[in-house]
């Protein structure tokens, strides 16, 4: 059976657009401090790439108490609070981005945005990059996830939101190209059937990306004719 043709091209947000993890680490410290708990960032970064809920759940386990949702909530609000002060941009990928967004009608592909935070921070997050409008559609793994039920959750490493995505931009998941940069985000597009490129961050650059057909260092240099033609062979 012939490949079928790319239809879509759907981004991850942490680690991939923004350079957060430095500001995700800072939350979570301050979280955690709360319960008298001192977060290393060695020990952060075994964490990257998982859910908000995930991680406060861990770490409940951690301190034996039920408190996940306390911990998940101060994180939240730090972050938020953090992240008025503007997150850096990945210039290579929002640049990608934005030669993708000036191509894509002609080339006939839509572009996504697939990530697990939550709704209200991602679209302030693209603002600040002004690239909100070079998304089809942008696609939350807090908020956007509803019609999904798994007793472990639906956010990343599960595939959920990547078939959501795809749905919802109507093309099949075999014809999305995902750009990830963590295990868990690479697990989830691997299972949801999508062809899955890994641009690791220098935080996730020990994750195990096996399950990606393919890594690259950067798409700062790739026109979209380089990108798909790597994608092709």
């Not at 306390?70 to 992240?83: G, T, V």
């Not at 998304?135 to 959920?160: A, M």
């Not at 961050?201 to 380089?226: E, G, M, P, W």
Request: include cysteine; hydrophobic fraction near 40%.
């Amino acid at each position: 059976m012939a490949p079928q043709p790319i239809r879509a091209i759907i981004f991850d947000c942490d680690g991939t657009l923004v350079d957060s993890e430095p500001f995700h680490y800072e939350a979570w410290r301050l979280a955690l401090l709360k319960h008298d708990y001192e977060l290393s960032l060695e020990e952060y970064l075994s964490h990257v790439g998982k859910s908000t809920q995930k991680i406060a759940d861990d770490f409940a386990l951690i301190l034996g108490c039920e408190c996940s949702n306390l911990i998940h909530d101060n994180k939240k609000s730090y972050f938020e609070e953090i992240q008025q002060e503007g997150i850096p941009a990945i210039q290579g990928t929002v640049d990608f981005v934005r030669r993708l967004a000036q191509e894509k009608d002609k080339r006939g592909l839509k572009v996504g945005l697939a990530s697990a935070l939550y709704k209200n921070v991602l679209i302030e997050m693209v603002r600040y990059l002004e690239i909100e409008d070079c998304f089809d559609l942008i696609i939350s793994g807090q908020d956007d996830l509803n019609e999904y039920s798994d007793p472990e959750g639906v956010n990343k490493p599960k595939p959920y939101i990547y078939l959501h995505t795809a749905k919802l931009l109507n093309v099949s998941p075999s014809q999305c190209v995902v750009i990830e940069d963590s295990f868990s985000g690479v697990t989830a597009s691997a299972t949801a059937g999508c062809i899955t490129v890994a641009v690791p961050s220098k935080y996730t650059a020990d994750h195990d990306f096996s399950r990606a057909d393919f890594i690259v260092s950067s798409l700062a240099d790739l026109s979209i004719d380089q990108f798909l033609e790597k994608i092709k062979k």
